[in-house]
């Protein structure tokens, strides 16, 4: 895709921020913190008014849980529609890492989420989304 140039005009605390934030993210410079910041704010706005977005739902888990590996297959097959892949991971003897990688309208997606990350057992668990274009 083409690249454009342009002129910003920031105050200086604004700048001074933004280059915190360069530092902070080891971003290699300046365009990349704008545009994670944009596309952040593109993604935001597509989840108010309902688009289609892609994304990743993260989950920790002990598999010696209770019906927990059971619950969480019958919750994925009730969303099949919105999953493309998941992966699981054994991350030691007692916990497991699942990466579900997911694809749909957002309102769904964070209700599939909620119902994931939101099921007994869980230790800890993130919803991750992105633009599809
Ligand atoms: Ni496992």
Sequence with gaps: MLIKRFGVSLEEDILTSLDELVKKNKFPNRSQAIRNLIKGSLVSEKVDKNKIVA?????????????????????????????????????????????????????????????????????????VLTDIE
């Design 55 to 127: 994304g990743a739902i993260i989950i920790v888990y002990d598999h010696h849980k209770r019906e927990l590996n059971n619950k969480l297959m019958h919750v994925q097959h009730d969303y099949h529609d919105l999953i493309l892949s998941s992966q699981h991971v054994h991350l030691a003897h007692d916990l497991c890492l699942e990466t579900i990688a997911v694809k749909g309208k957002a309102q769904s997606l964070l209700t599939l989420s909620d119902r994931i990350i939101g099921t007994k057992g869980i230790k800890h668990g993130k919803l």
